[in-house]
């Protein structure tokens, strides 16, 4: 049924004196989200539960508040809860490739590191001060006098016994020598020897013989006494070394005494420290190879015995929060950082960095889900961590080198961290269906809406929310006009009159502009007029492409009728969103139909300009026509329907009901109103469906038929089930007040035809036809005109075919010569 808008039906009013206050100062600030009761039961039961794979990802529209609102309760559950350990990176004495962690309580990682730092640097003052002693110098001489002693008296004994038997004892590059000598004590020339007697030359023989045996002898002792010595004064240094490394170390456990780990690695630094007090003493310089090049000083190197605190937890009064903006492989989980030095990238354990899963183990981890995907390694790798429960620090480019380089492999952390997804519903189910591990690691599903009701409770928070941006971007305060234009805005945003837009980025960004014209105006509070202003401002600065589409109209150069009737034409509405900013314009609809069996052709489709929608729509549309008019008698005809002067593709369904209007108006001859513009979708039966974007689709009409000024004729139909999506701009609730223009709704496609046409549609009677003189009784005269021709022009065809048929069969065949 056909039935013209009221105006209490064309918006949604939100009266000041619904709002209890005077100013936005008068109420209190929002301390709560609002609208989200689902998503906020979801977030609850997700950081609640403590089990694997029990992760939140949360998705919503862009502006809802995700990030802040979750934010804002990780902040406060965190303080809540115990303050995780510090992790510490040490060097490992057994195997130095691999760096080791040691888990401290929160805020002593510093501590160890400063204790350990000054142990290091008191004991290079010292160790050298041990060995420079009087008493350590005393205990080292009076070994050394006895070693010397026994080594004398070892060679003594021999060399009297040589001398006795005309031997003596020299000393030569290669070590002592037996070489005997003449009874004046020359030695014996190898000249003088070979002249010898043999008898003389194999009693010297035999007696070197025995001689060397002992020499031997003597040698192999002295060599095990220097081993034993080099022990002993070995011992020596531990001990007077142990005096003090012993008594520091012995301090730090005492101080760690419930740390295992800790301990463990002291008794370490305490060994290594005792393996090489020769680091500790003082080095001699060495003369530089040749006389003009500077020696290089050789310095020890100490950095074994630092401590690298990995996290650091000291500040932090609950578990941490930690929200990646940026998360790439490195910034994820962390880097093994090199300096150059002589050409030369080097590492050690103090250069290994934390990534944003180390500096948030034991609390959250909020990551943008894009962003995630879109940085290589970064989502398999978070995976992987999740499923084995460690936290890796490794070089990820490794394996893609052509030369394989010595890194570091530093230990794996426990990972105990609740991981949070934010991004939009598409990467989640994009996701959900695609990857299958992702549903196992991922199980919670806090889903945003991007409306809520409007109703008492929820209209006030809007105001406490108003109150809350006042506060945070000191802005000066809104009076409740102002609130109430606020609270109707949202309406438009979530096109709904009982419904309320979710997306407070675009509320807080009216607010901050609405604050500016105020201020430019000299305002103490905004009002309502700055509220207008922003938002014509905001208009205006975006509307561009709108207003070039309507010099374009009224110069001619895009053709739109809106006085006048035309056969086979109506004009459709569309939407164009550019973004940040949509409008709705007219667009000239025509038809064309004749005798054929081709069917309903769409000429979108047929140059590759329709989406799918739009095709399924002309298919609806054929089967509308079938089952309504062609009950008695085939469908025989060929119609053509395309959108005039468009050249993009054409998608969605809601010009459904304005191309069957064309078409039958073709089919039939019957004029259509252009004064007129229709939007709405169909099903199969005729029932009109509602549409998207009816707000805007009126007002672009309506900015067309101003060009050339409103003539009382001017209206739009639409479906009425799009009644409750009304939320028009002033200027056109004041047109269709004054009855300058007009819009009207229907439920069934037959309710437009009287107002477009000027006939009444005709109900079908009993015996499956229309009333004379009715629209639908046009129509299916004419398709019955149609279907008659097609069936005689059939059979003229098969009679000529018949009759080439017997002419063949009656011709004798040639007789062939």
Known sequence: MLRKVKKDELYSCCEPSELPFNTTNDISALKETIGQKRALSAVEFGLGINSHGFNIYILGESGTGKLTTIRTILEEKAKKEPVPNDCCYVYNFKNNDVPLTLSLPPGTGLTFQKDMDEMITILRQEIPKIFESKEYEKQRTKILEDFQQKQKSYFADIEKDAKEKDFTLRKTVSGLVLVPVKTTGETLSEEAYENLEPKVKKKIEAIGKVLQERLDDAIRIVREEEKKIKDIMKDLERQAALSSVGHRIAELKSKYEN????????????????????????????????????????????????????????????????????????????????????????????????????????????????????????????????????????????QYRLISTVTLRPAPIPFNVKIILVGSPRLYYLLYSLDEEYRELFKVKADYENRMDRNTENTLKYANFVRTKCDERGLQAFNRDAVAKVIEYGSRLAEHQKKLSAKFSEIADLLREADYWARLSKNDVVTAGDVEKALQEKTYRSNKVEKKILEATKEGTILVDTEGAVTGQINGLWVLDLGDYRFGMPSRITARSYAGRAGIVNIERETKLSGKIHEKAILILTAYLGGKYAIKHSLSLTASLTFEQLYG????????????????????????????????????????????????????FYEVCKLNGLNKEHGVIIPRRNLINLMLKNEIIEAVLKKKFNIYAIDNIEDGIKILTGLPPGELKPDGTYPEKTFNFLVAKRLKELSDAMKEEKESDDNNRDKKKSGKKGKKPRKQK
């Not at 944003?356 to 390694?377: C, H, P, R, T, W």
């Not at 259509?672 to 169909?682: D, E, H, P, R, V």
């Open 259 to 398: 740390n295992a780990g800790v301990l463990n690695y002291l008794k370490e630094v305490e060994e290594d420290i005792l393996e090489h007090l020769d680091d500790f003493k003082p080095q001699e310089e060495q003369a530089p190879s040749l006389p003009f090049m500077k020696q290089v000083k050789s310095e020890p190197s100490f950095i074994r015995y630092s401590v690298n605190v990995f996290v650091n937890n000291r500040e932090l009064k609950g578990v941490p929060v930690v929200i990646e903006n940026n998360p790439t492989y490195y910034n994820l989980f962390g880097r093994i950082e090199h300096k150059l030095q002589y050409g030369m990238a080097m590492t050690d354990f103090t250069m290994i960095k934390a990534g944003s899963l180390q500096m948030a183990n034991g609390g959250y981890l909020v990551i943008d889900a894009l962003e995630l995907l879109k940085n290589i390694f970064s989502y398999d790798a978070l995976k992987r961590t999740i499923k084995e429960k460690e936290i890796k620090t490794e070089d990820v480019w490794e």
């Open 649 to 700: 593709e054409i998608e969605g369904d809601s010009a459904t009901c304005a191309e069957l209007y064309a078409l039958l108006s073709s089919i039939t001859n019957v004029p259509l109103k252009q004064s007129f513009a229709i939007t709405g979708s169909m099903n199969q039966h005729g029932e009109v469906q509602p549409i998207g974007g009816v707000n805007e689709k009126i007002e672009g």
